[in-house]
């Protein structure tokens, strides 16, 4: 018999991925925007990204319908868990989203929608962070009902991990402009490029530290079979990739410190999973606990399957189309 319950959390589980790296880069650009103050290279920073980022998003509501069809149980508990980072993220992805589009029409007012653009950036990039933090220090639940506080999400833990998400989408955007740009604002994301590698580097020591020391459900699954065989590799891989990425950035690669850092999200992502697995509201409801009925999941599968093949053709061919690089003095698509 086919299992509904895990194909669609390995749907999620993908959409939650490609949302991390293609919004991980564009929230990047917003968040490496305070290292440049050159208008014409601002804009070029937002043109690289101008005819992609919308659809970036797309993913997101993908894997809240996802939930909300396959898992209510998760949709409705975590919504109300995290309630007020969500809200909180979604205002500053409008701010963003508003920005994008005022920006370029704006000329007395540019500054104040850099603004915008900056600080949306880094709340919705920080938000998620710590929507992360929270989920993985688990949710308080009696008989499928959320039952802790409002201000349970604020912890310590959180707010470290809302600081990790920052740099990790700054690493990701800066790897993406390298790749875009070139001249002045290249090489400037060039010497960038390193330090915030190592910074990624502290970053992820210090969560694979506290996260086993702070949750021992967490300790135990990381230390037993078949855990600890999946997840001893991947220490030594980020560790491998960090290297590649800072030796390809010296070396002046244009394209590989991207590919590397894209390597390290998803050691990143593959070690969140096997921490978790199997459990979907942590630490105790399952992904089958959570599961809607078998029709409901069969049902939605079916548009699924329609319509995620559909927006990764269009997700690609918007790449494909504006896959050059974004120069100085370009017009660009606004």
Known sequence: MIDLSLIWILIIGLGVLIYIVLDGFDLGIGILFPFISDRQERDVMMNTVAPVWDGNETWMVLGGAGLFAAFPLVYSTVLSALYIPIILMVIALIFRGVAFEFRF??????????????????????????????????????????????????????????ISVVILYATLGCGWLIFKTEKMLQNRMFELMPKLLITLLLIFACVSIY?????????????SQPQLFYFSPVPVLVLLFTFL???????????????????????????????????????????????????????????????????????????????????????GYH
């Open 211 to 223: 996260t086993p020391l702070a949750h021992h459900q967490i300790a135990e699954r990381w230390f």
């Open 245 to 331: 990425a800072i030796k390809a950035s010296k070396q002046r690669k244009e394209f590989m410190p991207f590919i590397y850092t894209l390597a390290l999200v998803i050691l990143a992502y593959t070690g969140f999973l096997i921490s978790l697995w199997p459990y979907v509201i942590p630490p105790s409801v399952t992904i089958w606990d959570a599961a809607a009925p078998a029709s409901s999941q069969l049902f939605a599968l079916i548009g699924a399957l329609i319509l995620i093949p559909i927006i990764l053709i269009y997700t690609g061919l918007s790449y494909w189309i504006f896959r050059d690089k974004v120069r100085v003095g370009d017009e």
């Open 105 to 162: 029409k704006a000329n007395k007012t540019k500054h104040l929608w850099d603004q915008a653009f900056i600080w949306g950036s880094i709340l919705t990039s920080f938000l998620q962070g710590v929507i992360l933090g929270a989920y993985i220090q688990g949710i308080e639940t009696t008989n499928g009902i959320y039952t802790g506080g409002g201000l349970d999400w604020l912890t310590p833990f959180s707010l470290f991990t809302g």
